[in-house]
């Protein structure tokens, strides 16, 4: 049983993956376009920390289960 809870728990955390990857593409992308248009850098800024904060809202959202997995289930 503690096997399962364990393989649940780090399902769980995988979403940390994608946001970290989605954080580094949207990131990629905003310095190109600061790059190609220095003078909306307030406005692609402002975006790009709004972005980033709600990817990492999903990361701590699966670790939150993953605790709750092993805490709850032993």
């Not at 975006?47 to 289960?65: H, K, P, R, S």
């Amino acid at each position: 049983m503690n096997t399962l809870i364990a393989i649940g728990a780090g399902i769980a955390v995988l979403g940390g993956l994608g946001a970290g990857i989605g954080i580094g593409i949207a990131t990629g992308k905003a310095s190109e376009a600061v790059a190609r248009q220095p003078e909306a850098e307030g406005k692609i800024s402002k975006t790009l920390i709004l972005g980033c904060a709600l990817a990492e809202a999903t990361a701590i959202y699966g670790f939150v289960i993953a605790l709750m997995i092993i805490i709850m289930l032993q």
